[in-house]
């Protein structure tokens, strides 16, 4: 069945730093990528997305690459603040009446 | 400006007495989704409207309900919350099943006593 993996957290970083968060996945056919962010205490926020391979999708100085070559989908950042402190998970959907299929999701801390 | 609203936001209820939770949106979306998060646990999908239409997943227990009265409003009810229930749930619309982009509400944390 499809699957996404994340690398296991916690992330630990200096306000300014870079982030990488890696995201794979397992799928038949064709998924469309999702990150979600989950900030303390809410509910999930769409990040970003990508619909097809070597799309990027980017946000709030978020991007991620779908490259279907290493079915990967890493987010990255090149200077993170203490406000992007938070729960990123990533997630894919086949096309039609499908879930989405969420990771287990990697908890960013940043400091000050 | 609000789209996806779910109250209340913490819910404590007793050992083995129902409960419900409610969701309503304001984007006139035809799917809603139930999930079930766990600490620091992915979000679990427990079912999903289409319209009028009730999706059940394969494994969810049959402990948990869903009423959908109205395009607007969505509830989730728990029959017997065992203290294994206790989670964030979280409601969430989508236009349709073909329109990829789910909206989530902010969750109600239950707390089983």
């Known amino acids: 069945g499809d699957s996404v993996t994340q690398m296991e957290g916690p992330v630990t970083l200096s306000e300014e730093a870079f982030l990488t968060i890696n995201c794979t996945y397992t799928?038949?056919?064709?998924?469309?990528l999702f990150w979600y962010v989950q900030y303390p205490g809410e509910g999930l926020q769409l990040l970003l997305k990508?619909?097809?391979?070597?799309d990027k999708g980017s946000n709030k100085g978020f991007e991620a690459t779908y490259r279907k070559e290493t079915t990967s989908f890493h987010l990255e950042k090149g200077s993170v603040q203490v406000s992007d402190s938070a729960v990123y998970f990533c997630?894919?959907?086949?096309?039609?009446?499908?879930?989405?299929?969420f990771g287990k999701g990697t908890r960013l801390s940043v400091i000050a | 400006d609000a789209m996806v609203i779910q109250n209340p936001r913490y819910q404590v209820t007793q050992f083995g007495k129902p409960v419900t939770l409610s969701c309503s949106q304001t984007?006139?979306?035809?799917?809603m989704y139930w999930y079930q998060q766990k600490s620091s646990q992915a979000p679990k999908l427990l079912f999903h409207?289409?319209?009028?239409?009730?999706?059940n997943e394969a494994d969810t227990p049959d402990n948990f309900q869903s009423r959908r009265p109205n395009t607007s409003f969505c509830f989730l009810d728990i029959r017997s919350p065992g203290l294994g229930d206790a989670a964030m749930y979280l409601c969430?619309?989508?236009?349709?099943?073909?329109?990829?982009?789910?909206?989530f509400g902010p969750g109600t944390r239950l707390l089983v006593l």
């Open positions: 969430a619309t989508s236009r349709d099943t073909v329109q990829e982009t789910q909206y």
């Open positions: 799928a038949t056919g064709y998924p469309s």
């Open positions: 990508a619909t097809k391979a070597d």
């Open positions: 997630a894919l959907r086949r096309s039609g009446n499908t879930p989405l299929v």
């Open positions: 984007l006139n979306h035809n799917v």
């Open positions: 409207y289409y319209d009028k239409d009730f999706n």
